[in-house]
T-cell receptor, first 115, second 113 residues
């Protein structure tokens, strides 16, 4: 149980284009999902908190107009990187909280490469 | 502000020996503490958590961690390491439960056969 999937697992796009990453909780409902960014050999940095039916809460320094987050249902959150640039290349990871377990369940991540 | 320190980037241990991965934290109020493991090309997997109660918490795959409030530490331990334990381990802290996790920089554990 408590499986979180991400799609795609990797994507290459050209500079200036937009890319959408999906995060799904497969066997539970998640009112809250999180989006992280992980740089090579570095820790996970929280980008935003996604709440079903409301606007996402972004961490300081994260451009909300560049990283669009939509939490359309209790099992799906999407992150759209708009007008991508090479510096947006990174490993993006989502997670979801199941009920009141105090545990975040993580997706396998999406590697984005912007050329 | 909250922070997590994992002082060792790399820990090597022989198979069958006990292992310790260190973590210290700083947070105002009572901490919620977590350990996650990341295997290559896979998402982070939850190992264990400390919320309240017994300072020694047991988790998945035979791992355990001890919450030490005076030393603000939450070191991960296992009595006998397996080669399959080789992975990247992250300590995380929150002051609000499952939300707003702040992660350490990770420690790469290598278990040598």
């Amino acid at each position: 149980g408590a499986v979180v999937s991400q799609h795609p697992s990797w994507v290459i796009c050209k500079s200036g284009t937009s890319v959408k990453i999906e995060c799904r909780s497969l066997d539970f409902q998640a009112t809250t999902m999180f989006w992280y960014r992980q740089f090579p050999k570095q820790s996970l940095m929280l980008m935003a908190t996604s709440n079903e039916g409301s606007k996402a809460t972004y961490e300081q320094g994260v451009e909300k107009d560049k990283f669009l987050i939509n939490h359309a249902s209790l099992t799906l959150s999407t992150l759209t990187v708009t007008s991508a640039h090479p510096e947006d290349s990174s490993f993006y990871i989502c997670s979801a909280v199941m009920g009141f377990t105090y545990e975040q369940y993580f997706g396998p991540g999406t590697r984005l490469t912007v050329t | 502000a909250q922070s997590v320190a994992q002082p060792e980037d790399q820990v090597n241990v022989a198979e069958g020996n006990p292992l310790t991965v260190k973590c210290t934290y700083s947070v105002s109020g009572n901490p919620y503490l977590f350990w996650y493991v990341q295997y290559p090309n896979r998402g982070l997997q939850f190992l264990l958590k400390y919320i309240t109660g017994d300072n020694l918490v047991k988790g998945s795959y035979g791992f355990e961690a001890e919450f030490n409030k005076s030393q603000t530490s939450f070191h991960l331990k296992k009595p006998s390491a397996l080669v399959s334990d080789s992975a990247l381990y992250f300590c995380a802290v929150s002051k609000t439960g499952a939300n707003n996790l702040f992660f350490g920089t990770g420690t790469r554990l290598t278990v040598i056969p």
